[in-house]
């Protein structure tokens, strides 16, 4: 196969990256090997593969000046082809500076970029990082609004590498030679697809080169290559319209799981909605299941028309899932749970949810998950089944340190049907009931008392400020005093336990603390310092200014900290060894209060049946597949 250099694409073509692709995600090191190997290619004076480039010719054209131009969506290597396009863009502005280059630049750009006000190369992944690439980029267009994505900024950071890249004095001046090589010594391979129906051939050969690809891709491409193998007479058209619904559907699946500051973990995503679509064994996987046995070859060939129908239901449920699980990672965003009419209930929601995004809530996800269809018709119900998910999230990780998939057998075998039958009253007190269950069951305050002992007794251990549920008790205390007044503290500087919370009574005492700890055994000073009373949430990282400071200098400072700095200065002159005793005492009230331990959860959500029995309470031993969305500060 002849190779193409790049002056070939931009033969009267226009390229578009659609809809249904993901954003830019080239990072630096990606960038500067591209750079790097153009000036080893210019070193070497050798020609330099750059891999493959795909691209589906499109049926419209579109006429430039006298010219007309083809387009063409480009299938596979967008990546590689925007950060080119990047460079180009650079490289050629920079030369357009020097007077004795500068016509020979303008005529470049209107080969590579922009001819006669059409831009050669289209980012329309979405409106945002269209305009944000002609605006920001290519700077061809005035900027008109504000905002950005996670693709967009990795546009941003892209153009930024590429400018530092020529400012180092190795390749500074150098932009000259390096667009010659671009021309000269990149080589590709170009492989056009001819229709709609072979980009499934494309995609299921990319699944099976084992390039790098998500599971959320590889399914993605299954689909398309069964819907382009199908073939129903006199019926072409419903395997194209199935091919454009996912498309269409998987533009959208990719917006919902990006959100301002990450991406979502797409596999993680596909293994819930999985969970709740198909249902859960206990050696679930889900690729395996969705590959191997559900989307197969075999299965297409003995009734297609039943795979065409099959392919668009699981794809409509994917796009309105993804949405849900936008909604449950990014509670915050202003139009999230959009669908509870009632603004007091869906703020509720809102906040329940944000809660449980900082507590372990993996084995609560797929059930809450399943309820989604309740913001329309029940919302008191989803907010109810939310508060109980983090009552037991509380209570079984961050109080009693379970395992972290206690409960997930029970749990996720029933998301199936949760999902099928959310609005029956039925399921709904089931899905309570089994929540309750657990609380009661594995939520115990025994178990709570012996954590908080072994955290006291240990050599490695200092009691209660390496409790892991620390931080979330502490902030949690901090909204109670709060009540509707503003907030004094975010739950990002709160999680930096080093810094935001306070031993009041310091770790490393001087000489004017010494009189309140005289006569405490070494022991005893332990279950003072490291008390639950003795720690506090603070506003800023005055931690390491206030250390060892005495309680009068501390109490000064806390006056205007958080409502609980506040709350103790405003109540404790002095402080004591007995002051961190009745502190503590009303903070375990808080917890008990606030998680309701003294409540029989099972008897205010009864099974719906008279019989009981469906608890099977084991440890999922053989639990591989990984349910957690990874944890990214925003």
Not at 86 to 100: A, P
Not at 416 to 435: Q, V
Request: glycine share 4%; proline share 2%; charged share 30%.
């Amino acid at each position: 196969m002849e190779l193409k250099p790049i002056s070939h694409f931009y033969n009267k073509r226009i390229y578009i990256v659609p809809p249904y692709q993901r954003g830019y995600s080239w990072e630096q090191k990606h960038i500067y090997d591209l750079l790097n190997d153009l000036k080893h290619a210019i070193k070497l004076d050798a020609n330099h593969y750059t891999g493959t480039i795909t691209i589906h010719k499109q049926e419209e054209t579109e006429r430039i000046g006298l010219s007309q131009y083809e387009l063409f969506h480009i299938v596979d290597g967008q990546q590689r082809f925007t950060t080119i396009t990047l460079i180009l863009s650079y490289l050629i502005k920079k030369l357009k500076d020097v007077k004795e280059l500068e016509e020979d630049a303008t005529e470049k750009e209107a080969n590579y970029i922009i001819n006669k006000g059409s831009y050669l190369f289209r980012y329309q992944i979405d409106k945002v990082s269209e305009m944000f690439f002609r605006s920001i980029i290519l700077e061809k267009e005035d900027l008109s609004t504000l905002d950005e994505n996670l693709y967009t900024r990795n546009l941003k950071n892209g153009k930024k590498a590429i400018k530092d890249y020529f400012k180092e004095p190795q390749n500074e001046g150098k932009e000259l030679e390096y667009l010659v090589a671009i021309e000269d010594k990149l080589k590709f391979n170009e492989y056009i697809v001819e229709s709609t129906s072979d980009i499934g051939v494309v995609f299921e050969t990319m699944n099976n080169r084992g390039v790098g690809l998500s599971d959320l891709e590889i399914v993605k491409n299954r689909l398309l290559y069964l819907t382009s193998k199908i073939n129903i007479k006199d019926e072409e058209h419903i395997s194209l319209q199935t091919i454009d619904n996912i498309n269409t559907k998987w533009a959208q699946i990719l917006r919902n799981l990006t959100l301002p500051n990450r991406v979502l973990n797409e596999n993680t995503f596909l293994s819930n909605h999985w969970t709740i679509y198909n249902g859960w064994s206990k050696d679930n996987q889900t690729k395996t299941e969705i590959l191997d046995k559900e989307f197969t070859i075999e299965k297409m060939v003995d009734n297609p028309s039943e795979m065409i129908s099959n392919i668009n239901n699981y794809v409509n449920s994917l796009a309105v899932t993804s949405l849900h699980w936008r909604f449950i990672n990014f509670p915050r965003e202003q139009n999230a749970f959009v669908e509870v009419e009632d603004i007091n209930t869906r703020k509720k929601i809102q906040r329940v949810f944000d809660k449980l995004n900082r507590l372990s809530n993996s084995t609560v996800r797929p059930v809450l998950l399943s309820f989604f269809g309740l913001m329309k018709t029940k919302p008191t119900d989803l907010l109810e089944l939310a508060q109980l998910a983090e009552i037991f999230s509380f209570r079984l990780f961050s109080m009693n340190k379970k395992r972290s998939d206690t409960g997930k057998n029970d749990l996720f075998r029933k998301c199936n049907f949760f999902y099928t039958t959310y609005d029956s009253e039925n399921t709904i007190k089931l899905a309570k009931w089994y929540l309750a269950w657990y609380i009661d069951n594995h939520g115990d305050t025994d178990r709570f008392e012996l954590e908080i002992e072994e955290l006291f007794t240990s050599s490695k251990k200092e009691g209660y400020y390496t409790w892991s549920g620390l931080v979330y008790f502490l902030y949690e205390y901090e909204e109670s005093l709060r009540n509707n007044e503003d907030v004094k503290v975010d739950y990002e500087f709160a999680s930096k336990k080093n810094k935001s919370i306070e031993h009041i009574l310091p770790q490393n005492y001087k000489a004017h603390w010494k009189e309140e700890v005289k006569g405490l055994k070494k022991d005893e000073l332990k279950k003072h310092l490291h008390s639950l009373g003795n720690l506090v949430l603070i506003s800023a990282d005055k931690n390491s200014s206030l250390r060892d400071s005495a309680y009068n200098i501390k109490s000064s400072k806390y006056a205007n900290g958080t409502y609980s700095e506040i709350d103790i200065t405003a109540n404790n002159k002095t402080w004591t060894c007995e002051k961190i005793k009745t502190r503590e005492k009303e903070l375990l009230k808080f917890l008990d209060k606030r998680w309701q331990l003294d409540k029989d959860f099972c008897s205010t959500y009864p099974h719906p049946d008279a019989v009981e029995g469906e608890i099977t309470d084991e440890l999922s031993e053989d639990f591989t597949e990984d349910f957690t969305e990874e944890i990214i500060e925003l």
